[in-house]
């Protein structure tokens, strides 16, 4: 049987995942992600910056550093096209993303793992464009990539678990967290979870996790209100307070509970989107609740290509190891009935179940009730709530030409469904597979040309890109 060539795109846990189970089947494997150093969002550090209070599982890193040695890493690396079809392509772009001298790769594949993940989805509030206001993903990164906070006093408002790390982060490095703010009550959290209990036991590590969490806010006497929102944020020139408010189930502000907390930065965090660009380019199926499709091998709807991760379904790390994994071993060609499915497997029933509960701090329709007209909604266009408000009625297209949000820079990924949501309908901005920016001189080389694809040149060629030897690698491998 010939070695099977596989491409993962991605080297967050899933990612790393893949590669490592995938090459311990031997497979030749190549990992291509954006970042300057593997690792994702979860392993963000810094080369001479490593806190291990504000890093999880480093042993597990570690453990799949070493077994990626000789596997080939192209880092700072944007994939900006993948084609469908027999062999499968990636085509990137290898250096700084504002630099102009990166240089084309096309990878060749017979299979290809998408392990992208996902981005913080933040809410529109008056007053979020701010200097001193950032997502909670970017506090984290702040933290654990270089060692800094935001602000003195920070806010961090939003809903889901993933506050009470980013918390954590900002008072290991000697921050005050004024207080965590979120919009799901009490009540709904305890019923959420507290559901088939039993369940949970086998996720025993978050629960440790969890744990280090409390006792951090405990020791440092941070307020975690329940039930609120941040509906306003205050200031001339930066942040200097926001306004709290208690909201109903459906996250509407409750008349009268108003009230000021002095602070200069404000993490907010509602959850996360997953980056779906490459799986919709690979022509994927994607669910209603806009994940991409897998079965149980984790493979997509494309055949070759499979998918581990966030882009699956918010899971956190543990679940996206697991799958990535999985998703390693079968693109690798590893048999279904193969034993060394059985942990991950395992595994990942283990943290479905977890993953469950997240749903509990699942957005609200009411959240658009705390927003005025002259609330910035897209913020690369500067497009206010008021100017799409207008044009409730038209077309997808139509209100995009019209008020121009979701055409900046980020392409709808930030403003796409708070737009959706204040008009009360799909505009499928979330949908649309552009995957990176590309200049007009680096689409023009590639589009020389080229040998034919099926001539011994090309093939040389494509085995040259898909090949690594130590003085091509120096400088790409972590």
Do not use: N
């Amino acid at each position: 049987m010939s070695i099977r060539r596989v491409v993962v795109i991605g080297a967050g846990p899933a990612g790393l995942a893949a590669a490592a189970s995938a090459t311990a089947a031997g497979a030749e494997v190549v990992i291509v992600d954006e970042g300057e150093r593997v690792g994702g969002q979860f392993w963000r550090h810094h080369p001479d910056f490593t806190d291990g209070r504000l890093q999880h599982q480093l042993g597990r890193f570690a453990a799949l550093r070493q077994a990626l040695e000789s596997v080939r890493m192209l880092s700072s690396a944007s994939v900006w096209r993948v084609e469908p079809g027999m062999p499968l392509r990636v085509h990137a772009l290898v250096g700084p993303a504002d630099g102009a001298g990166r240089r084309g790769e096309t990878l060749v594949a017979d299979a290809v793992v998408i392990a992208t993940g996902a981005h913080d989805r933040v809410l529109p509030v008056p007053g979020w464009t701010l200097p001193g206001v950032t997502s909670a993903g970017a506090a984290q990164a702040l933290a654990k990539r270089d060692g800094i906070t935001l602000g003195t006093r920070t806010v961090v408002a939003g809903a889901g678990p993933f506050l009470l790390p980013v918390a954590q982060s900002i008072t290991l490095l000697g921050g005050e967290v004024s207080e965590v703010v979120e919009a799901a009550s009490v009540g709904t959290i305890l019923r959420g979870w507290g559901a088939r209990a039993w369940e949970l036991t086998a996720a025993v590590d978050k629960a440790g996790e969890l744990g280090s969490y409390v006792a951090s806010l405990l020791r440092r006497r941070t307020p975690y209100r329940f039930g609120s929102a941040v509906t306003r944020i205050h200031g001339g020139s930066s942040v200097e307070a926001v306004t709290v408010q208690r909201v109903d189930r459906d996250w509407r502000p409750i008349a009268g509970t108003a009230r000021t907390v002095e602070c200069d930065a404000v993490a907010l965090g509602h959850g996360f989107t997953p980056r779906l660009e490459a799986a919709l380019q690979f022509g994927c199926e994607v669910t209603p609740d806009r994940f991409v499709r897998v079965d149980t091998q984790q493979r997509t709807s494309t055949p070759d290509v499979y998918a581990a991760g966030e882009i699956t379904g918010i899971g956190g790390a543990d679940a996206a190891l697991a799958e990535g994994e999985i998703a390693g071993l079968a693109a690798a060609g590893v048999a279904e009935a193969d034993l060394r499915y059985r942990a991950p497997l395992a595994a990942r029933r283990r943290m479905r179940a977890f993953a469950a509960r997240l749903d509990v701090h699942g957005i609200r329709s009411g959240w658009t009730t705390w927003l005025d007209d002259d609330t910035i909604v897209c913020r690369c266009e500067s497009v206010r709530k008021a100017t799409i408000d207008e044009y409730s009625g038209v077309s997808s297209r139509g209100m995009r030409l019209a008020t121009r949000a979701g055409l900046g820079a980020c392409q709808g990924r930030t403003c796409g469904r708070s737009v959706e949501d204040i008009l009360g309908a799909p505009f499928g901005f979330d949908r649309r597979p552009v995957l990176s920016s590309v200049r007009i001189g680096e689409l023009a080389a590639h589009c020389s040309p080229a040998p034919d694809p099926g001539d011994a040149a090309d093939s040389a060629t494509h085995a040259e890109h898909f090949h690594t030897t130590q003085a091509h690698t120096t400088q790409e491998k972590r």
